[in-house]
């Protein structure tokens, strides 16, 4: 079957531009997760969502960065304004629910801010 | 704040040795642990996940969890260059649905 899906694979962007990440996670997974990864490093938390509940926002690191989940399925992360330091991998993974451990990431968007 | 570190590396292994990997955390009420593989460029893949004390095997690979230590390790019998990757150390409490992610150690199995 499909595993999860992200567009763009990458993003240049120039500073202040507003930009915005896709995520197509498995079907049928409730759990959604965005996550950051800059060069060398370990993944940032950044969103949770888990079905109908009210995300988890709290990895979010200012309040340029949003993220929705339409319908229990697709997510779109968006960062306004965007700054040199956005730059990274954002990385997306899906969970089939709370009782499974295991994570399914997508490819990855390569973000790039000029 | 609750962290889990593992060395940078790289770590280099002759083909066919061992290659032991190692991740400390300091939440004692970490339940759960995870080793995931990443290729450059690429996205991590779960490889094992562990439990309970004590060692758990699935092939080459094998995860050792000492909890009254904080301490989990990956040891990869007859390393392979295929094994050249990124591992990443993850930890979880039950009652939690967030990993806490460690930066990763770079391991190179040199033919």
């Known amino acids: 079957g499909a595993g999860v899906s992200q567009s763009p694979s990458n993003k240049v962007t120039e500073k202040g531009k507003d930009v915005e990440l896709r995520c197509d996670p498995i079907?049928?997974?409730?759990?959604l997760y965005w996550y950051r990864q800059s060069l060398g490093q370990g993944l940032e938390f950044l969103i949770y969502f888990q079905g109908n509940s009210a995300p988890d926002k709290s990895g979010l690191p200012s309040d340029r960065f949003s993220a929705e989940r339409t319908g229990g399925s697709v997510s779109t992360l968006t960062i306004q304004r965007t700054q040199q330091e956005d730059s990274a991998v954002y990385l997306c993974a899906s969970r089939r629910g709370v009782s499974y451990n295991e994570q399914f990431f997508g490819p990855g968007t390569r973000l790039t801010v000029l | 704040q609750k962290e889990v570190e593992q060395n940078s590396g790289p770590l280099s292994v002759p083909e066919g040795a061992i290659a032991s990997l190692n991740c400390t955390y300091s939440d004692r009420g970490s339940q759960s642990f995870f080793w995931y593989r990443q290729y450059s460029g690429k996205s991590p893949e779960l490889i094992m996940f562990i439990y309970s004390n004590g060692d758990k095997e699935d092939g080459r690979f094998t995860a050792q969890l000492n909890k009254a230590s904080q301490y989990v390790s990956l040891l990869i019998r007859d390393s392979q260059p295929s094994d050249s990757a990124t591992y990443l150390c993850?930890?979880?409490?039950?009652?939690?649905?967030?990993?806490?992610w460690g930066a990763g150690t770079k391991l190179i199995i040199k033919p």
């Open positions: 079907s049928g997974h409730t759990a």
């Open positions: 993850a930890v979880k409490e039950d009652s939690n649905y967030q990993l806490i």
